[in-house]
């Protein structure tokens, strides 16, 4: 294998490793965060906050189907952390927008992250705590402009016990 092609498939490796540590660290994090939120609505909320994207688009990064985005939209509204806003141009769609209390909500949970996972990458070397600061923010690029795969359609029922014939 060539060494370029390696080191790729070394970092995918890690990655899968490290991702669903880091996954139940932030999950966990941010249930104990007021308010308590989910992954979900602390990334919905983050992109709306710096891309302004609309429910479609949410959609289409997360591979979410349309109708569970909007569900999460309904409650991140109910909640009082998000807003939508009627768009003049085009009526069908709605531009989405932080309210003062989801800004505020969002700016201490990312704060919360950092400190925390501060704190536990602090014994990390400062040569590699500057790598992965200069590699996370492409791998973040680079799964958010691509859709994940779509799940599985579920298997098949399993076929219905036969009744035992009787002797």
């Given at each position: 294998?060539?060494?370029?092609?390696?080191?790729q498939?070394?970092?995918?490796?890690?990655?899968?490793?490290?991702?669903?540590?880091?996954?139940?660290?932030?999950?966990?994090?941010?249930?104990?965060?007021?308010?308590?939120?989910?992954?979900?609505?602390?990334?919905?909320?983050?992109?709306?906050?710096?891309?302004?994207?609309s429910?479609?688009?949410?959609?289409?990064r997360?591979?979410?189907?349309?109708?569970?985005?909007?569900?999460?939209?309904?409650?991140?509204?109910?909640?009082?952390?998000?807003?939508?806003?009627?768009?003049?141009?085009?009526?069908?769609?709605q531009a989405?927008a932080?309210?003062?209390?989801?800004?505020?909500?969002?700016?201490?949970?990312?704060?919360l992250?950092?400190?925390?996972?501060?704190?536990?990458?602090?014994?990390?070397?400062?040569?590699?705590?500057?790598?992965?600061?200069?590699?996370?923010?492409?791998?973040?690029?680079?799964?958010?402009?691509?859709?994940p795969?779509?799940?599985?359609?579920?298997?098949?029922?399993?076929?219905?016990?036969?009744p035992?014939?009787?002797?």
């Open positions: 294998m060539p060494p370029a092609r390696r080191s498939t070394e970092a995918a490796e890690a990655l899968v490793g490290v991702a669903p540590l880091v996954s139940r660290w932030i999950e966990r994090l941010l249930a104990g965060h007021v308010p308590s939120l989910t992954v979900a609505q602390f990334l919905t909320l983050r992109a709306i906050a710096a891309d302004g994207v429910g479609s688009e949410l959609a289409r997360t591979g979410v189907s349309g109708p569970a985005v909007s569900q999460l939209l309904a409650g991140l509204v109910d909640g009082g952390l998000l807003e939508r806003h009627e768009l003049t141009e085009d009526r069908r769609r989405l932080l309210s003062a209390l989801g800004a505020r909500a969002l700016a201490s949970a990312q704060t992250l950092r400190e925390r996972l501060s704190s536990v990458l602090a014994e990390l070397p400062r040569p590699e705590a500057d790598a992965l600061a200069r590699a996370l923010p492409h791998v973040e690029a680079t799964l958010s402009g691509a859709a795969p779509r799940r599985p359609p579920p298997p098949p029922p399993a076929d219905p016990p036969r035992r014939r009787r002797s």
